[in-house]
């Protein structure tokens, strides 16, 4: 990993210095692609290219943005009485949340861990197929293969009674 901060971390840095004009942020940005890196450090440092990590890079910088415009969004809202009569949160609602959230996690269990493992590597880590491939050692079609298998399976769950 010390030799991939080597390699990217002044690039970065002055990447996202003609983005950000701040070098804190700048700092910051370039911490946050290490720390992607590192959260996925099962695949092989030699796999990362200049185009893979500035694909990283322009990720981070686009997350940024979005949670900034949020975050800077008016965020006064206007209560309306009626409006909270109409939906509130019952415990009933709280539980029948836990339960579905309880079913899903036993939908996962109930797929084979291969097929679990790529479907949460899809869904979950955001990893696309060529991705999810070598980190598996499988081919792309069998990527393909086992999210349509995951896929189907949780159809033919969420259609079965509970």
């Known amino acids: 990993m010390k030799a991939l901060v080597d390699q ?5 840095v002055s990447f996202f210095m003609r983005r950000s004009r701040n070098a804190w942020d700048a700092e910051e940005l370039t911490q946050e692609v290490f720390c992607k890196i590192w959260k996925r450090r099962d695949i092989a440092l030699s796999d990362y290219s200049d185009a893979y990590m500035f694909t990283i890079a322009w990720s981070v910088l686009r997350d940024r943005l979005r949670r900034e415009k949020v975050r800077h969004h008016d965020m006064h809202v206007e209560y309306d009485e009626e ?3 109409e939906d509130p949160v019952t415990p009933q ?11 899903y996690l036993r939908l996962l269990e109930s797929l084979s861990p291969r097929v679990r ?4 590597l899809s869904r979950y880590e955001s990893l696309t ?3 999810i491939a070598k ?6 079609s069998a990527v393909e293969k086992y999210m349509m298998i995951a896929l189907k399976r949780m159809k033919e769950i969420l259609k079965e009674p509970q």
């Open 117 to 120: 493992e790529v479907f949460i």
């Open 8 to 12: 990217y971390q002044r690039t970065l």
């Open 83 to 85: 409006l909270a009569r």
């Open 135 to 140: 980190h598996c050692a499988i081919s792309v």
């Open 129 to 131: 197929y060529i991705q």
């Open 93 to 103: 609602d709280i539980v029948r949340g836990e339960e579905l959230y309880e079913y």
